[in-house]
């Protein structure tokens, strides 16, 4: 037949367009929302024009069904109010972590019913962090020493921020990595190794000597003060290789959590104001925040009451503090 002409269509004769992708709307899984496609057909297109029998075959919906009511249960709009006062006070929990909350002030409910409301109230659920690899060996030993107990590695690091002003704010934060305590989370304009030193000090006369401790190869950590007190005091040092911050990844993973959950959702007027809710939010990861490595549990969960729990959720920002 010979070439075919430039303004020939290609393809099948009668061959329609297609719709572009993410052009069509979801599909009607669920029997609420058939429910509702069915109400709207009739309501639009005129109950007498389209009878419910006609409606409910077009859009797969069984007439049984359709005609069921639905049970509510009694507790339903209190929990739903709760899931969102949670939601808007924790604003980077996900329904999991909500779900724990709830169980903690002696709600009676499971992942999956936080979820349905979850969704149904059209909240976001965090994003997922990718995970990363651990560093092995040749010989099958992995280069970070795990923890086996309580007191047997501690981490330590520095984590930067700002307050409104634009003056520079530095944290010291430790943590225990077999509990993931925060053990102290020292704030200032200027933290040197004598604040490294005090605060260590401080820990190890109230809480104990723990047997390792990790950090980075910061001035700070290195300082020969420094190293030369742990010695005495009987801790061994863990530092990382440098340019390697996974190899401590426990703190590392907390002063995310800290910067996530508060750093980048807080405006710090002042380094006051910054000491107060730092320190409330320590006292609230161990006491309150459910960790996922730990089965949801708080590190250092506190023996209260449910209905004191929860009365503790609902208090304002700051308590009985003046800021300026």
């Known amino acids: 037949e010979g070439e075919r002409p430039a303004q020939a269509a290609a393809g099948r004769g009668g061959a329609g367009q297609g719709d572009p992708e993410g052009s069509r ?3 009607l899984l669920s029997p609420a929302k058939r429910r509702r496609a069915v109400e709207h057909v009739r309501s639009t297109l005129g109950g007498s024009a389209v009878s419910e029998r006609r409606a409910c075959k077009v859009l797969g919906q069984s007439r049984s069904t359709h005609r069921h009511p639905r049970k509510v249960a009694d507790d339903e709009v209190p929990l739903t109010q709760r899931i969102i006062e949670l939601a808007t006070q924790f604003g980077r929990y996900g329904y ?3 779900t724990a909350l709830l169980r903690g002030e002696g709600w009676r409910v499971n992942h999956k019913r936080v979820e349905r409301i979850w969704r149904q109230e059209g909240l976001k659920v965090p994003q997922r962090q990718p995970k990363r690899k651990r560093l092995w060996l040749n010989d099958g030993s992995c280069v970070r020493l795990r923890p086996t107990h309580k007191d047997h590695v501690w981490a330590y690091d520095f984590v930067a921020a700002r307050t409104h002003d634009g003056k520079p704010v530095r944290m010291l934060t430790i943590v225990d990595e077999f509990t993931r305590e925060c053990l102290a989370i020292d704030v200032g304009r200027q933290l040197k190794h004598d604040d490294v030193l005090e605060r ?8 104990g000597v723990p047997d390792h401790i990790r950090s980075d190869n910061g001035s700070e950590f290195t300082a020969k003060a420094v190293r030369q007190w742990l010695s005495k005091v009987g801790v061994k040092t863990l530092y990382i290789e440098p340019g390697s911050p996974w190899e401590n990844g426990y703190i590392e993973s907390f002063n995310g959590k800290l910067r996530d959950e508060l750093l980048n959702t807080e405006i710090f007027e002042t380094l006051l104001e910054a000491k107060v809710l730092i320190e409330r939010w320590r006292v609230e990861y161990n006491t309150i925040r459910p960790d996922s490595s730990l089965g949801y549990r708080p590190p ?3 023996a209260r009451s449910p209905e004191a ?9 700051v308590e009985g503090v003046g800021l300026t």
């Open 25 to 27: 709307g979801g599909k």
């Open 96 to 98: 999991r972590r909500v």
């Open 200 to 207: 260590l000090a401080w820990l190890m006369s109230t809480r």
């Open 300 to 302: 250092a969960p506190e």
């Open 309 to 317: 729990c929860s009365a503790s959720l609902r208090r304002p920002l």
